[in-house]
């Protein structure tokens, strides 16, 4: 029997990261961070200090102790009130500590995670290209001395502006065999192109061009001695990815949906708060129950996530839902507020925004419903 | 029944749609979208195309156009730049229309041939910070002073409020909900005008205001339609809903049309590069049905638009018409955005800006919401 409880340690990591967001992330503040688009560095060393960086990571390299559902919560709560934020640290903690964590070879663990616990260092994902799917992947490693010369382009990378090092897949030699390497950012032969996105503003998109860049042998991820094959490698790091994009989905819901009743609850209109109307009741009554739906998913997928099982169906079945309800609940939550839910004087544009990005971050939508067939036997 | 279009708005047609393609390309329309400033430009040219007479009676110079002509040239030029079509309200619905459907011939006289030539912009201020849905329950009042009114209050999401030349203002003059509204032509030179745009998600460049009115002096030739008028505001007002609605689903329909045009070439392209077979039937269903709701969203509009031509009862059709063509943009801008994937997010994707632009179309103009009280009301609920 699964258990969605929270135990009295997570109760009181979710109130440490609630208390958090209401101190340091007052809607001014939020505003002006998305307005510039920068990358909301001091929100993280913040982040840092109180350990909730280190929530994937051993207490060896200077984490807190591997502990998925915690990172979760954490990534949820920080999404309901600044989803880029939530978005930077769940690309701390699931796309590069717990993805190094369970994946890098003993020299890549002491290089990175204590740098990542501490908010220090950041690795970015740069996976896919023109396709979902590792079958499109054109950028090559050839061997070269006592290395690889990776040349490439990655697009839409997240983070890819302030990545002090990149994951990097690609094709080796002239087989279709595939590999994943630790590239340093400051290698030789590496430009970042930043592109505009629609909401998101923090987590900057960027496309990386890998232009015969150099990288050890051992920079492949895992090591010389590596367990998996880099197929099975790319799966976990996407589900971890995906269990990311899972937890903020659901908070951006969760935000969208807080602003929404709230509006409900004040705004008069016909002598009465908009809120007593049934047509606005039914509409925050099914966001509701989508919520609950969805966070079921995340923590299911969380859970499985945590007891070290393959969770590839558990998490695209979460970031489906979530991603879609993220979107239904900013859209709704706009209707609500009518025409001030139009201006950027308020937030739930912000969310409208935010939201759509999910639907194609990590993998998109429409790829995890091919995964889903094709582990059903279609 | 012979619904075709006739070869004169099948000609307004394509010459929309020419100028648009000229005037408006792409990279044009991502600019004015990013800078969001009112296009006086693109409106000078339209002006100078003679847009600005589809509307008005042939005895003023016009064109002669109803409804369906008005739709045709909103559904058109919001194919590409839907904030065009708003701006362009500010000429053919708050100026050529409502000044022949509620203005008397001398403020008809006065006004139409200058907006016909581009000289005039109007807006029309009704919805206030507590009377937005509940717009009768509006307040900014008009209080009579020196054979005169003098009004005061203040209107939000006015479009077009700043660069406008005449504000019709709905104010306050009697206690009666329905029949104590008077609507003003104010000249917004005036002394106590003032108007200040508001940063919105979409429809940049709409100059959408909140505006003031303090102690503004209007005359009693001020009244919309004459003094015969006063206290009868809320009545005109009624007069004009079937086309706005109409107008609105235009748009709606124009935006939806685009979207769907971009993720049929989107998917092509990838369907080009594919090496899974059938792999985009999903995508491919989730696409015709889209396509089939905005087709009979579209047949649900002109035949509405024909009945309004016939002078039909038909608040309940354009209502109808108003919420399914809104709801489907938002449904299909949506698909846009799941099918566009990560490119979709970028700011160089038109596909987010139509996701940008759609939502305003269920809120303004009545929404949904307001859209499904009216038709459940006449169907006896």
Redesign the interface.
């Known amino acids: 029997m699964m258990d969605f409880e929270l135990n009295s340690e997570e109760k009181l990591i979710q109130k440490a990261i609630r208390d958090f967001v209401t101190k340091e992330l007052p809607q001014g503040v939020v505003r002006e961070l998305d307005g510039m688009g920068q990358f909301p560095e001091k929100q993280l060393t913040a982040l840092s200090k109180l350990g909730f960086l280190g929530l994937t990571i051993p207490e060896a390299f200077d984490g807190e102790g591997v502990n998925i559902v915690e990172a979760c919560i954490v990534a949820e709560e920080l999404a309901m009130g600044y989803p880029a934020l939530a978005a930077c640290y769940a690309n701390a903690v699931f796309g590069s500590g717990a993805v190094l964590a369970t994946l890098g070879s003993e020299d890549q663990k002491s290089r990175f995670l204590p740098g990542i616990a501490r908010g220090e260092l950041w690795v970015a994902l740069a996976l896919l290209e ?3 799917d590792a ?1 499109g992947i054109e950028t090559r490693a050839a061997p070269e001395g006592a290395g690889v010369v990776i040349s490439g382009e990655k ?2 990378v997240a983070l890819g502006d302030v990545a002090d090092a990149f994951l990097v897949l690609a094709r080796t030699g002239k087989t279709d065999d595939l590999a994943l390497y630790c590239v340093d950012g400051n290698a030789p032969g590496i430009t970042r192109n930043r ?5 998101m503003h923090g987590e900057n ?1 960027v496309n990386v061009v890998f232009d015969r860049v150099w990288v050890e042998s051992q920079a492949i991820l895992g090591g010389m001695d590596r367990q998996m094959t880099a197929p099975e490698q790319l799966e976990m790091i996407q589900n971890y990815q995906l269990l990311g994009i899972g937890a903020q989905a659901l908070g951006m819901a969760r935000g969208a949906f807080g602003l929404a009743l709230s509006h409900a609850k004040n705004r ?3 002598d009465q708060v908009i809120g007593k ?1 049934t ?2 009741q039914e509409k925050l009554t099914d966001l509701l129950c989508d919520i609950a739906a969805a966070k079921f998913l995340v923590y299911n997928a969380a859970l499985v996530a945590s007891t070290g099982k393959k969770f590839t169906r558990e998490v695209a079945m979460a970031k489906i839902k979530a991603a879609r309800i993220a ?1 239904q609940a900013s ?1 709704d939550g ?2 609500v507020f ?2 001030y ?5 308020y937030d739930i ?1 912000r969310y ?2 935010d939201a ?2 999910t ?3 990590g993998i ?3 790829s995890l ?2 995964k889903i067939a094709k582990s059903m036997g279609l | 029944m012979d619904r075709r279009f006739s070869r004169d708005q099948e000609k307004l047609r394509e010459r929309t749609r020419a100028f648009v393609q000229k005037e408006v390309p792409p990279e044009i329309a991502r600019k004015l979208d990013g800078e969001g400033a009112y296009p006086h430009g693109i409106m000078a040219k339209l002006a100078d195309q003679g847009f600005w007479g589809i509307n008005v009676a042939e005895k003023y110079g016009g064109l002669g156009g109803g409804i369906i002509e008005l739709m045709i040239f909103f559904e058109e030029i919001s194919k590409t730049l839907p904030v065009l079509a708003w701006t362009s309200g500010n000429v053919l619905l708050y100026g050529n229309n409502i000044l022949q459907v509620n203005g008397n011939e001398a403020q008809q006289k006065r006004f139409l041939p200058g907006l016909m030539n581009g000289e005039y912009l109007f807006c029309f201020a009704l919805t206030e910070p507590d009377a937005g849905s509940d717009a009768a329950n509006i307040i900014t009042r008009a209080e009579p002073v020196n054979g005169g009114y003098r009004i005061n209050g203040s209107k939000v999401f006015i479009s077009g409020a700043s660069v406008s030349h005449i504000a019709v203002t709905n104010t306050r003059t009697a206690s009666s909900r329905y029949k104590g509204i008077t609507s003003f032509l104010v000249d917004t030179d005036q002394e106590g005008y003032t108007a200040a745009p508001i940063r919105k998600l979409g429809y940049k460049g709409s100059d959408t205001c909140e505006v003031y009115y303090k102690d503004v002096d209007v005359s009693q030739e001020n009244i919309l339609g004459g003094e015969d008028c006063y206290n009868q505001g809320w009545k005109q007002m009624m007069r004009l809903l079937n086309g706005e609605r109409l107008v609105l689903s235009a748009c709606a329909l124009g935006i939806s049309e685009t979207v769907l045009k971009h993720l049929v070439t989107h998917v092509k392209e990838r369907q080009k590069s594919s090496r899974i077979q059938g792999k985009y039937q999903a995508v491919a269903h989730g696409i015709a049905e889209m396509a089939a709701r905005v087709e009979a969203g579209r047949q649900l509009a002109f035949q509405s638009a024909w009945m309004v031509d016939q002078e039909m009862e038909c608040v309940k059709e354009t209502s109808m018409t108003k919420l399914f063509c809104a709801e489907t943009g938002k449904a299909v801008t949506r698909l846009g955005m799941e099918v566009m994937g990560r490119l979709g997010y970028t700011m160089e994707c038109d596909v987010q800006r139509f996701y940008r632009d759609i939502p305003i179309l269920a809120i303004g103009g009545g929404t949904s919401q307001i859209q499904k009280n009216i038709i459940s009301k006449l169907m006896g609920l």
Do not use: C, H
């Open positions: 023109a396709d979902d079958g697009p839409l592109v505009d996105t629609l909401g998109l008069v209109q016909f109307f047509a606005i979107v859209m706009l209707q009518g025409g839910g139009y201006s950027m004087e544009q409208v925004r759509a990005g639907l194609s971050a998109s939508n429409e419903g091919l």
